[in-house]
């Protein structure tokens, strides 16, 4: 017979929401199931409060956190629309944290190499003709952009953007993204070191030439090469700061 006194323990207690919280949450939730799209734009904060039957300092609230988010952009002129729900907007507050722990970016960068150089591997035999004579044409370009680290940042990310398209995946296309933006942060002061976007610009090379002989091995090494020497310039750009 069980002891009726016994205590019964729950794994979690209630939470109890904030109204601005609940309003955030709706919003998403009609984000998710693409009510709302990238580039809507919300109604006025007096009609969303009087729709949900909240206060305008709640409606604020929501916007204001939707934003910290990534998720609601404010353009000038007024009016808060939904964003472009990219890696860009998205990953900012991941972002943050990351600067703030120094092991994850080993791991980080241990993510990446396995990504990029699966990446590689299948647009070695993927990517279609057209992509491939762009990519060449983009890394020809390229060399422009080596006395100009943000331009040359700008070039890197489209350089591997035409690879993760090619390589037939929209989940790895999505995932080397996200990864590449998660970096961006660290790479903003590796990328100002002597030498560092010769080495990015050398790794393409061999990069390029590997899809172009369209072996799937050596292009997966050239990847995975190429994330090492990131690795090893902006980790050396953290020891020396």
Known sequence: MSDP???IVF????VRESVAEAVARRILDMVTSRALKPGDQLPPERDLAESLGVSRPSVREAI???SILGVVRSRQGGGAYISALDAESLLGPIR????LEDVNIGELYDARSLIES???RRAAVNMDDATLARLGAHLEAQKATLSDARAFRLSD?????MIWGGSGNAFLQRIGESLNSLGLEFRKRASETSGVLEQSYEDHQRLYAALSARDP??????????MHNVY???IGQEDAS
């Open 5 to 7: 006194a016994q205590r």
């Open 11 to 14: 794994d979690e207690p209630i």
């Open 64 to 66: 204001r956190g939707l």
């Open 96 to 99: 943050f944290f990351l600067t």
């Open 118 to 120: 699966d990446v590689a």
């Open 157 to 161: 990310f489209q350089f591997h953007e």
């Open 217 to 226: 091995e050596a292009a997966a090494k050239a990847a995975e090469l190429h």
């Open 232 to 234: 090893q310039s902006t």
